[in-house]
């Protein structure tokens, strides 16, 4: 019997378990999406199924547009995340770089004092970040949510890119100092183009958290002007009554940019994921 006979099984429970997962995965996605164009009877009545020609209804989406600033979140958010992004890939990326690059006293306890960041949550320092925000007035101001989240990111940012930094070949750099490029340059020219791909899956795992982020906006940037998406959301959920319709459309809409974010960064998140893993 052949190897392509005896790995056939495994491949077929492979793909199950993916499948499945899938599955799981896209299951609240959908279910979200299909029930914010449906009338409030019909979510509650059948929500699991497709929105028809008699339940098909657009009322929660005009509700988002008309009450609340649904835009001025959106912006809001927009802004925190991509500010938040880049600063998390480019302090990150350099921290990575030197640590991999560079060996002096402390590198590896640096390393995982970094990597303490990634098993301890931010959220147990809450208290202790509102307090530094009082007091450097940015309470109910982006900046501060976007100091907090790049905090949040570099941790992790800086595992990776370390590891994928370790692997650009010393000779390209050796080469780039030899012809009298300074380390900056070789960093942004060199080595930087190399580990896209690893970027690239950083920034997905960044952005997530980041645009779903209910904990610190409600914390510190609670005011009408600095409201993010997920924040600006909880406009429609009352005490005791809430408007289900403009809640699932306005979820909708937040999920838009995480779908084109994936769409945009999907073949280099693949090759970042396979490429650590093959390592």
């Not at 190399?194 to 779903?212: K, S």
Request: glycine residues 6%.
């Amino acid at each position: 019997m052949s190897k392509a006979t005896h790995s056939l099984p495994r491949t077929i429970a492979a793909h199950a378990v993916l499948i499945a997962y899938t599955v799981i995965a896209l299951f609240p996605v959908v279910v979200i999406i299909i029930n914010s164009m449906k009338s409030r009877n019909a979510i509650f009545r059948t929500p699991l199924s497709p929105p028809t020609p008699e339940t098909f209804d657009l009322v929660g989406y005009t509700t988002v547009l008309a009450q609340g600033d649904f835009f001025l979140y959106f912006q809001n958010s927009f802004i925190v995340t991509v500010a938040s992004l880049f600063f998390v890939l480019l302090f990150g990326a350099m921290a990575a770089f030197a640590l991999a690059e560079y060996r002096f006293k402390g590198n590896t306890l640096m390393g995982l004092y970094l990597a303490l960041g990634i098993m301890i949550p931010i959220r147990l320092g809450t208290v202790a970040i509102l307090q530094l925000m009082v007091a450097s007035g940015l309470v109910n101001t982006l900046t501060a949510l976007i100091l907090v989240y790049t905090a949040q990111g570099l941790p992790l940012c800086v595992f990776i890119l370390s590891e994928f930094m370790k692997q650009v070949s010393d000779d390209l750099k050796n080469a780039g100092r030899i012809d009298g490029l300074s380390e900056y340059r070789i960093f942004f020219r060199l080595v930087l183009p190399l580990v896209r791909p690893a970027m690239a899956t950083v920034a997905v795992f960044t952005m997530i958290p980041i645009w779903n982020d209910l904990w610190f906006p409600l914390i510190l940037a609670p005011s009408e002007a600095t409201k993010t998406v997920t924040l600006g959301a909880q406009l429609f959920i009352g005490q005791y009554v809430t408007n289900w319709n403009a809640v699932l459309a306005a979820l909708s809409l937040a999920i838009l940019p995480v779908l084109v974010l994936y769409l945009i960064f999907s073949r280099q998140l693949i090759r970042g994921i396979t490429s650590g893993a093959v390592k």
